[in-house]
């Protein structure tokens, strides 16, 4: 399954909303997670089953989608939030990610 | 807690085979779905293998007969093999555990290791 996201950056300020979307080449159903990576670290996963917050992720995180197409959707971005995020299919082995967006600074 | 730990060497001569260990606290990996990702410099995420709570095992093709993932459940140890490496296979190497998993469908990835990098290089 080819997984795609839009856009492939996006520049924003510390409170603006920022949204993300994944498109998958088949229906998933809800199989999908979302995660945060930071330069040198492991990616930390923020919502599985498409839409469902992990814990201790903040609120500001949400998602919505099932079938082929979902969305991240950061209300009002923190400084902490600058980063690549990436989404993931689990439905079909081998559970392929999607090629990121980056979050920086406008 | 659930901590993972990645050892093995650094760097792998071209054509020969990158070992890699991951060592786990905090859970039995044998109620578990466990995996492997790398990520090459600069590059995204691929998933190369999982191990399911039974010990069967799933690759990605793309990466053909290469991979071997096994585990020791008494030293809660995982293992990758991957074998005739060249400069293609430079990565980070995370040891990863899915959230949850069912009849090898699975809902992310919620604990990982530090990752290792691995050059290929003679």
């Known amino acids: 399954i080819h997984m795609t996201q839009s856009p492939s950056s996006v520049s924003a300020s510390v409170g603006d909303r920022v949204t993300i979307t994944c498109r998958a080449s088949?229906?998933?159903?809800?199989?999908l997670a979302w995660y945060q990576q930071k330069p040198g670290k492991a990616p930390q996963l923020l919502i599985y089953?498409?839409?469902s917050l992990q814990s201790g992720v903040p609120p500001r995180f949400s998602a919505t989608g099932s079938g082929t197409d979902f969305t991240l959707t950061i209300s009002s971005l923190q400084p902490e939030d600058f980063a690549t995020y990436y989404c993931?299919?689990?439905?079909?082995?081998?559970?392929?990610f999607g090629p990121g967006t980056k979050v920086d600074v406008k | 807690q659930v901590q993972l730990q990645e050892s093995g060497p650094g760097l792998v001569k071209p054509s020969e085979t990158l070992s890699l260990t991951c060592t786990v606290s905090?859970?039995?990996?044998?109620?578990?779905?466990w995996s492997w990702i790398r990520q090459p410099p600069g590059e995204g995420l691929e998933s190369i293998a999982y191990?399911?709570?039974?010990?069967?095992?799933y690759y990605n093709p793309t990466l053909g007969s290469r991979v071997t993932m096994s585990r020791d459940t008494p030293k809660k140890q995982l293992f990758l093999e991957l074998n005739s490496v060249t400069a293609a296979d430079t990565a980070v190497y995370y040891c990863?555990?899915?959230?949850?998993?069912?009849?090898?469908?699975?809902?992310?990835?919620?604990?990982w290791g530090q990752g290792i990098l691995v050059t290929v290089s003679a």
């Open positions: 993931h299919q689990g439905h079909t082995f081998p559970f392929t």
């Open positions: 191990i399911d709570n039974s010990g069967n095992t």
């Open positions: 990863a555990r899915p959230k949850y998993c069912t009849a090898l469908t699975c809902w992310g990835l919620d604990y």
């Open positions: 089953g498409a839409s």
């Open positions: 905090g859970a039995s990996i044998s109620d578990y779905y």
């Open positions: 088949q229906n998933i159903r809800s199989w």
